[in-house]
């Protein structure tokens, strides 16, 4: 089984709101990935968690906040996003890092 | 640094034709790994395939195969018969697997080619 899920699927927020996006893996995976996707484009890489530890950062901007709660769940905390940030949200995981990532579906986020 | 180039942006064939994606990469490190996704209008990254540097054996599974050629820096995708549902964008990838290089583990990706296939 090498399944990702996400949620939501969906998301529209406003610049004042704060929102999370939600992964989890059940494969035993220790690292996890946060991807930002905008169309037409390929992804690009924003975090990296490794047991559960952050250990890469991307230059991402304070306004997305990663969290790890534990080895099976990432979150992504959204608070006065950008009309720019609107794009799909991926998040994959591997068993450790350097190996194989599986992606989950993503959420679509618009930002009005 | 490494770079991955996927020179056909967007390709549109007839279903059962043959079709080939190319793949050329750069990088300095001696041991690496090469990956194909495919994103259909869903979005999933879904994984084909990974191959590491070492091993330069062509793979076939079903209608997809594989030509890596590290004399040429490339690993090409080749879709056998293709059907309606292969339309998808395609990604080509590239992880260093040396540790101690900032590229380190990180997917590199192509910028993708379009793939249709038309009924």
């Known amino acids: 089984d090498t399944e990702v899920t996400q949620t939501p699927k969906h998301l529209v927020m406003g610049m004042t709101n704060k929102k999370s996006l939600k992964c989890e893996q059940h494969?035993?995976?220790?690292?996890m990935y946060w991807y930002k996707q905008k169309a037409k484009k390929p992804p690009e890489l924003m975090f990296v968690y490794s047991y559960e530890k952050l250990s890469i950062n991307e230059s991402v901007p304070s306004r997305f906040s990663p969290e790890c709660p534990n080895s099976s769940l990432l979150n992504l905390h959204l608070h006065a996003l950008q009309p720019e940030d609107s794009a799909l949200y991926l998040c994959?995981?591997?068993?450790?890092?350097?190996?194989?990532?599986?992606f989950g579906p993503g959420t679509r986020l618009t930002v009005l | 640094a490494q770079k991955v180039t996927q020179a056909q942006t967007e390709i549109s064939v007839v279903e059962k034709e043959d079709v080939t994606l190319d793949c050329v990469y750069e990088?300095?490190?001696?041991?690496?790994?090469l990956f194909w996704y495919k994103q259909p209008p869903s979005g999933e990254l879904v994984f084909l395939i990974r191959r590491n540097s070492f091993d330069e054996q062509n793979e076939i599974s079903g209608r997809y195969s594989w030509n890596f050629q590290k004399s040429t820096s490339s690993f090409n995708f080749t879709i056998t018969a293709s059907q309606v549902v292969d339309s998808a964008v395609y990604f080509c990838?590239?992880?260093?697997?040396?540790?101690?290089?900032?590229?380190?583990?990180?997917?590199?990706f192509g910028q993708g080619t379009i793939l249709t296939v038309h009924p």
């Open positions: 494969m035993g995976h220790r690292a």
């Open positions: 990838a590239l992880s260093e697997a040396e540790a101690g290089g900032t590229s380190y583990g990180k997917l590199t």
């Open positions: 990088t300095r490190d001696t041991t690496y790994y």
């Open positions: 994959a995981s591997s068993q450790e890092y350097t190996d194989t990532q599986y």
